[in-house]
Nanobody, 126 residues
Framework: VQLVESGGGSAEAGGSLRLSCVAS????????MGWFRQAPGAEREAVAG???????AYIDSVKGRFTISQDNAKNTLYLQMNSLKPEDTAMYYC?????????????????????WGQGTQVTVSS
């Protein structure tokens, strides 16, 4: 499985960006897909997760602002980010996992995912 993110860039506070993650191979067989972020000097954190039944989960700081979705026909995962804040600045990664026994797609955290993209930078200025 290979994952390639795109759509990162710079935005002003209050602006929007949409991240995309194209997956090659076995996309439809994924149990969980997720978006993670890592700011300089910080640990990688889960931002949003989506299960293969379409159920989604978000961390509190992005609820109501970010939306995770997937298009199985295009093998693509999305993260729509609205009302961006400077604290959203980070490298954003998509990830996928086929295992069902690692907890839900958000709380299983980075250790619960075994395929990762290379990341795309998001920078939000105040």
């Amino acid at each position: 499985v290979q994952l390639v993110e795109s759509g990162g860039g710079s935005a002003e506070a209050g602006g929007s960006l949409r991240l995309s993650c194209v997956a090659s191979g076995y996309f439809a067989s994924s149990y969980c897909m997720g978006w993670f972020r890592q700011a300089p000097g910080a640990e990688r954190e889960a931002v949003a997760g989506i299960e293969n039944d379409g159920s989604t989960a978000y961390i509190d700081s992005v609820k109501g602002r970010f939306t995770i979705s997937q298009d199985n026909a295009k093998n693509t995962l999305y993260l729509q980010m609205n009302s961006l804040k400077p604290e959203d600045t980070a490298m954003y990664y998509c990830a996928t996992d086929f295992r069902r026994d690692r907890g839900d797609c958000l709380r299983r955290g980075p250790s619960g995912y075994n395929y990762w993209g290379q990341g795309t930078q998001v920078t939000v200025s105040s």
